[in-house]
């Protein structure tokens, strides 16, 4: 596909791959009543995002407004795919940025939260101030605050820490359970860059953790 791939493109081959039977299951994982779902395939989907990479930025926004859960996952697919892209220029990773932030609310499931934000928000911010991270993480929103905690996934690969450490104190005691689980991921990749600063971390936050957040946390700190 092309440039010229349309929103309508994308939702046309999506109902083209719908299996009835596949609707039950893909149900489970879409926690927004209001979303509606074709039961596609995730390998599917991600297959049409791969092929429509290419489409413009506009278009993915015309999937955004859409109430189909999968032709969400094709969005965020598409904007994870666009920022991995070889030869990006700043302006580039911004225009990605913005179409993530200023739509923050058409990500209200965890998965597509998952897709997008590494690579879309926190690539884009490695070389920046984090002020919307923390304003994200503040937020009184449960999908505001996985999105902060999982953009810092890609600072923290880069081997950046102190911002991500700071989030995780934000987060320690959040009391959302899709939160605790990528805050405990966050800690766990940490601890896999510098296992001693997340030991004093554990030390001094472990107790505001939730137990599945603290148990994936000190997976890093295991010997092999």
């Given amino acids: 596909m092309t440039e010229s791939t349309t929103a309508e493109d994308i939702a046309r081959r999506l109902e083209d791959a719908a299996d009835e039977s ?3 299951r893909t149900r489970k994982r879409v926690s927004d009543p209001g979303l509606q779902v074709l039961g596609v395939r995730m390998g599917a989907v991600f297959d049409i995002a791969r092929q429509a990479q290419a489409m413009d930025v506009d278009q993915v926004h ?11 996952m094709v969005a965020a697919a598409v904007l994870d795919f666009k920022a ?35 690579r879309v928000v926190g690539w884009y911010l490695l070389d920046k101030p984090r002020d919307v991270l923390f304003e994200l993480a503040d937020s009184g929103d449960r999908w505001r605050r996985r999105l902060a905690i999982t953009a810092a ?14 989030l995780c104190e934000l987060l320690a005691a959040d ?5 605790q689980t990528n805050v405990g991921v966050a800690l766990r990749e ?17 107790g505001e953790l939730s ?14």
Wanted: hydrophobic content about 40%.
């Fill in 22 to 24: 596949e609707r039950p």
């Fill in 153 to 166: 996934f890609w600072i923290i690969r880069q081997g950046d820490l102190d911002d991500p450490m700071l």
């Fill in 62 to 72: 015309r999937l955004l407004d859409s109430d189909t859960y999968e032709v969400r």
């Fill in 190 to 206: 940490i601890g896999r860059v510098d296992p001693q600063r997340l030991a004093r971390f554990l030390d001094q936050h472990g």
């Fill in 84 to 118: 991995r892209a070889k030869g990006l220029t700043d302006g580039d990773r911004r225009r990605l940025f913005d179409v993530m932030i200023s739509r923050i609310d058409r990500f209200d499931t965890w998965d597509l939260i998952d897709r997008a934000a590494p």
């Fill in 211 to 224: 137990a599945v957040a603290r148990r994936t946390a000190r997976a890093a700190l295991k010997k092999p």
């Fill in 175 to 179: 009391p959302e359970h899709l939160v």
